[in-house]
């Protein structure tokens, strides 16, 4: 299923000195349920599910047609997946389907690289990855503006996950909330003025504005929503002033439960 790996190092049918010999972590990530016993009844009560990190595992072959070049095809290797000092680091891969996607991992394990008697020109690396966010994304960024002349706007989010997007709105605009799936996020007695704007962080649950300074205490309802999977319609509310863009932006990527 995954053809080949593009970042940090190119792995796999591209690359000339690793082989992608094993996968394992592309499909469903961790799940964490809240349950409880059922007291005088068989079985218990399982309320809530999530999914929690994703845990990858790659088996990759290391060769080269000579023992100077093995070893510094080795070093390579390690200083690529040197993420305990280099910090969360996007791991970027294409599946066999051709789907180039994506997502930040730090190491999770020690990686196992054993010197076996006799290999001089190949050998082994197991390593393990940790990923936060259990999706998997699209590589390329979406954008896409609706005017509040128009009132509302079609996203559409052509995974089969939900993912939550960055909104930016723009001024000239008073009171501004935006709608999906019967969700709202608004900003009542705020007004963004013409060549301004605000960045909505719907995943942390952020609202700042062009100079980076928190503005959470226009919040009116906050119902931070995401894109589910295909079109989502989004509605817009406030008044728009007479000048300025007067629109939202909405910046998302395509996300993947799996593959």
């Known amino acids: 299923m995954i053809s080949n790996i593009t970042a940090p190092i190119a792995i796999g049918q591209a690359s000339n000195y690793y082989i992608l010999s094993s996968a394992d972590g592309f499909g469903s990530a961790s799940v964490a349920t809240s349950k409880w016993n059922r007291p005088g009844f068989h079985g218990i009560k399982v309320p809530r599910a999530f999914y929690r990190e994703r845990i990858i595992r790659l088996v990759i072959t290391v060769h080269a047609p000579d023992s ?12 690529a997946f040197d993420l305990p000092r280099n910090g969360l680091t996007w791991l970027k891969f294409t599946t066999t389907g051709g789907l180039n996607l994506q997502t930040q991992v730090q190491l999770n394990a020690e990686i196992q690289a054993p010197l076996n008697p006799g290999e001089v020109t190949f050998g082994v690396f197991r390593i393990e990855l940790v990923a936060e966010d259990p999706i998997l994304y699209s590589q390329t960024q979406k954008q896409k503006d609706i005017t509040f002349a128009d009132g509302s706007g079609i996203i559409t989010n052509s ?101």
Do not use: C
């Open 68 to 79: 100077v070049t093995y070893e510094e095809k080795r070093r390579d290797l390690l200083a």
């Open 159 to 259: 995974g089969n996950a939900p993912v939550y997007p960055t909104v930016r709105i723009h001024g000239n605009v008073a009171d501004p909330s935006l709608t999906n799936a019967g969700r709202t996020v608004s900003l009542m007695g705020k007004t963004i003025p013409a060549g301004d704007y605000l960045d909505i962080d719907m995943l942390n649950e952020t609202v700042e504005n062009s100079a980076g300074a928190s503005q959470y205490e226009y919040i009116d309802d906050d119902d931070f929503w995401w894109l589910g999977k295909g079109d989502n319609e989004i509605t817009l509310g406030g008044t728009p002033g007479s000048s300025g863009y007067r629109k939202i932006t909405v910046i998302h990527r395509d996300g993947y439960l799996g593959v």
